[in-house]
């Protein structure tokens, strides 16, 4: 497959896709209800293909590759292994499948590709001069071990009735509405949690310490998607820690850590677009994440709550975004200069 005739590369290989990025149309006002209805249950959809399938995922994790609460009551390795064995596994899968698919064996070629910019090699940014290399590296060796743990305190807490308010019964209907509740609500927590989580590592104390290695890839593969700081790791997958608070079944805790852990390979997939045949394409918001990794001061989140935009962050993908994103840092450069001219 090669480009469509739609897309024109500047001198640098770089395509701007022709439509802006648009958020979840429940953020527009007045509600637009055919827009909402195709967004929820359209392809691809809001709950489907996306949540459903992640929950499907979830479901089928709690079910069959996850040992029983009983057994996790005390923390040994033999269980705490087998997550870590089977996170590796999962990981391996869906980064390395993805990546393999679009950029081995180059399944669509450069179709709908925002780039075509080689990763980096030979570059001392990068662990072992190689980005995929590295991106790897910091995925397996850091990313893993850290969801891990979080999912290891999760059951224990659950299992020993520090978590989910001593509430194992689960046979009441309220019991299970309320875990359908959350598992609606798990993509905007996971939202909400990394807007703020990536606004905290952009301050000026956390970025070059920690946030930078993530920032190291300004062209984007799936694995760049958790190749962070150990550090971030530990930022990001907080996201469970409202789980503990909210949950009374372990599943949405499992469904919120697997949503932080497995989004961020299609949404740093490089592609506007992964097709499967000619006729499905999936997108994971990958423009939008795209636009924060090229221009480092805009779309801190995502497009299903729409904090970039009450933020003044939020950048469409237009040539109009680009000159509005350069006003705001001027505006934000001459303040500063303003307030260190006052005070020195
Ligand atoms: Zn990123
Ligand atoms: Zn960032």
Not at 58 to 73: D, G, K, N, Y
Not at 118 to 139: I, K, L, P, Y
Not at 255 to 265: D, E, G, K, N, S
Not at 293 to 316: I, Q
Request: charge should be positive; include cysteine; aromatic fraction near 16%.
């Amino acid at each position: 497959m090669t480009d469509t005739a739609s897309i024109q590369r500047d001198e640098r290989g770089d395509w701007r896709p022709a439509n802006p990025i648009v958020l979840a149309p429940i953020n527009n006002w007045p509600p637009n209800p055919k827009a909402i209805t195709q967004w929820l249950f359209g392809w691809p959809g809001y709950l489907w293909p996306y949540n459903a399938f992640w929950l499907v995922a979830a479901i089928v994790t709690w079910a069959f590759l996850t040992p029983s609460l009983q057994a996790m009551q005390s923390i040994e390795a033999w269980w705490v292994g087998v997550l870590l064995a089977r996170n590796a596994g999962f990981i391996l899968l869906l980064f390395g499948g993805l990546h393999l698919y679009l950029y081995v064996f180059r399944a669509q070629g450069e179709a709908f590709r925002y780039t075509t910019r080689s990763f980096a090699a030979g570059s001392s940014r990068f662990r072992f001069n190689h980005q995929v290399r590295d991106n790897m590296f910091h995925t397996l060796l850091s990313g893993v071990p850290v969801f891990t743990a979080y999912e290891v305190i999760t059951y224990w807490g659950f299992a020993n009735g520090f978590l989910g308010y001593g509430s194992q019964g689960g046979a009441s209907v309220g019991f299970w509405l309320w875990a359908v509740v959350l598992f609606l609500l798990a993509p905007v927590i996971h939202s909400v949690h990394f807007y703020f989580g990536h606004r905290l590592l952009h301050t000026k104390l956390l970025y070059g310490r920690f946030h930078a290695f993530h920032h190291h890839n300004v062209d984007v593969g799936p694995w760049s998607g958790l190749s962070m700081h150990p550090v971030e790791h530990v930022v990001y997958f907080s996201t469970v820690v409202v789980q503990w608070l909210l949950a009374l079944h372990p599943i949405n805790a499992l469904y919120q850590i697997q949503l932080a852990a497995f989004l961020p390979a299609l949404s740093h997939s490089g592609f506007e677009k992964v097709m499967m045949g000619k006729t499905f394409s999936l997108d994971g918001g990958s423009h939008f994440h795209y636009l924060h990794h090229k221009h480092f001061e805009c779309n801190y989140g995502g497009s299903l709550v729409p904090l970039d935009r009450l933020f003044g962050t939020y950048h469409d993908g237009t040539v109009e975004a680009d000159a509005a994103m350069r006003e705001r840092l001027r505006a934000r450069r001459q303040a500063l200069r303003k307030v260190k001219t006052a005070y020195l």
